[in-house]
């Protein structure tokens, strides 16, 4: 929390910038009046004085930041751009990119001692859910992770890399797995008429192509990714929660409630999100303060999100069984 001086710091600069605001609008708008001046300068001065204390109030919270914990989210399906692949596709999912570089950003922010991670996502996709997982892996500080409503696969992937995961009691923890998926429609493509024709070059270019049928010996190669992908996962909860890997393969990627999740192992603590301030208060040893790290997003990024929901909202119903896909998909 903010102490005294830096209370005191932060109302100085927003009255000196408040200040010189004032004067500079005066002089503008007021001292040395013109036609247009005279009907509106007093209107402009007040402009400028308000924009002023906007300003000064920004560079207040930079020079004397009232917080001491990072928080970033990772909401909804996890991928490179934000996007889940499908069509259409809904928005709101979690880009890794950005969300990577947020706890980069809180790592390199000296008032941030410790890194809460929000997690309410089923997953997706692998590399994606890793990069987001060494970034909290690598923060320098005790970084908790919590979960809402859902904690599975590529989020509990992430969960992996913090030093504890805390749930309610009802959230739906797990799914410790990896899942490969492919449309066959070579079958109608055979009734309408399609065929496939192949150049490539490497026996296994075109394994999982959607126009094709799929050999043995390309299911078997396509299965080993998975079972890597998997073994990867494994170790990867294993080494992060210090669990048995045989007790982790023993899930079956099943999910579990919260309190059978503690039970499991799976979680260190149930609780809500007061309780967790409370946990890493204990570990700073002083009261907390939280300061949500998000991505700026400008008035067209905003325009295009709005857009974006619509475009899901009135397509989702006519195209639930329709994607661009034309390849094998891997995701947690």
């Known amino acids: 929390m903010a102490d005294g001086a830096t209370h005191v710091g932060r109302v100085l600069v927003v009255l000196a910038a408040t200040v010189v605001a004032g004067v500079v609008g005066w002089v503008l708008f007021v001292g040395f009046p013109t036609d247009l001046a005279e009907l509106f300068g007093v209107l ?7 924009y002023g204390a906007r300003l000064g109030s920004r560079i207040a919270s930079q020079r004397f930041p009232d917080y001491n914990v990072a928080e970033v989210a990772v909401e909804g399906p996890i991928s490179r751009d934000g996007s889940p692949g499908s069509f259409p ?19 390199a922010d000296d008032h941030a001692e410790a890194l809460l991670v929000k997690l309410d996502t089923p997953g997706g996709a ?3 859910s890793d990069d987001i997982r060494h970034a909290a892996a690598a923060f320098d500080g005790p970084t908790i992770a919590y979960t809402t409503d859902v904690c599975a696969s590529g989020g509990y992937w992430i969960a ?15 799914s410790i797995g990896v899942i490969g998926s492919r449309p066959n429609v070579s079958e109608l493509a055979d009734q309408l008429g399609v065929s496939y024709e192949r150049f490539a070059a490497g026996k296994y270019k075109d394994a999982g192509q959607p126009l094709k049928k799929l050999s043995e010996d390309e299911r078997a190669y396509l299965q080993g990714i998975i079972d890597d992908y998997y073994e990867n996962f494994v170790e990867r909860v294993a080494e992060g929660r210090d669990m048995d890997p045989a007790a982790i393969r023993d899930t ?27 946990r890493v208060e204990d ?19 905003r325009l295009r999100g709005g857009a974006a929901t619509v475009a899901f909202a009135l397509g ?5 069984a329709v994607s661009p896909d034309d390849g094998f998909d891997f995701r947690l």
């Open 126 to 128: 692998v590399v994606p």
């Open 252 to 278: 079956e990627a099943r999910v579990y409630l919260g309190e059978e999740a503690l039970a499991l192992g799976l979680v260190d603590h149930l609780g809500a999100r007061d309780d967790v301030e409370r």
């Open 160 to 174: 992996s890399g913090c030093d504890e995961l805390w749930a309610r009691d009802a959230s739906i923890v797990g």
């Open 283 to 301: 570990l700073l040893g002083e009261e907390v303060s939280v300061s949500t790290f998000e991505p700026q997003r400008g008035l067209t990024d």
């Open 44 to 50: 402009l001065v007040v402009g400028t004085v308000l």
């Open 89 to 107: 596709a809904r928005p709101g999912g979690a880009s890794a990119d950005e969300i990577v570089d947020l706890i980069e950003s809180a790592d």
């Open 316 to 320: 989702a119903g006519v195209a639930s």
